[in-house]
Nanobody, 126 residues
Framework: QVQLVESGGGLMQAGGSLRLSCAAS????????MGWFRQAPGKEREFLAAETNRWSGGRTYYADSVKGRSTISRDDGKNTVYLQMNSLKPEDTAVYYC?????????????????WGKGTLVTVYS
């Protein structure tokens, strides 16, 4: 059983940047693909980014909504995955979730992931 704990959320100004972290425990981190989702009030959980494990090439995938201003990265030595997001907008306000799952290629929907953190709230003000 993998436990995931996100951190780095908070109140942020539009135009600024955030760096979220997700620490994993209880499993072999390097076996998993890692991903980030977010969920705004009244909306469905939205895929943001994913990175496969090294044996699957360490490939990255991004949603169009964040492509070009976001970077996912992982540190297998620290069992941690990060999400860097720049040029923040008020519409980026959401709870941000970390996820772990198989390197299946099914990254774009929540059903492709096995483990979830409890989320960290990001509020962007203008």
């Amino acid at each position: 059983q993998v436990q995931l704990v996100e951190s780095g959320g908070g109140l942020m100004q539009a135009g600024g940047s955030l760096r979220l972290s997700c620490a994993a425990s209880g499993g072999t981190f390097s076996n998993y693909a890692m991903g980030w989702f977010r969920q705004a009030p009244g909306k469905e959980r939205e895929f943001l980014a994913a990175e496969t494990n090294r044996w699957s090439g360490g490939r990255t995938y991004y949603a169009d909504s964040v492509k070009g201003r976001s970077t996912i990265s992982r540190d297998d030595g620290k069992n941690t995955v990060y999400l860097q997001m720049n040029s923040l907008k008020p519409e980026d306000t959401a709870v941000y979730y970390c996820a772990a799952g198989p390197n299946s290629g099914l990254y774009y929907g929540p059903q492709g992931w096995d483990y979830w953190g409890k989320g960290t709230l990001v509020t962007v003000y203008s």
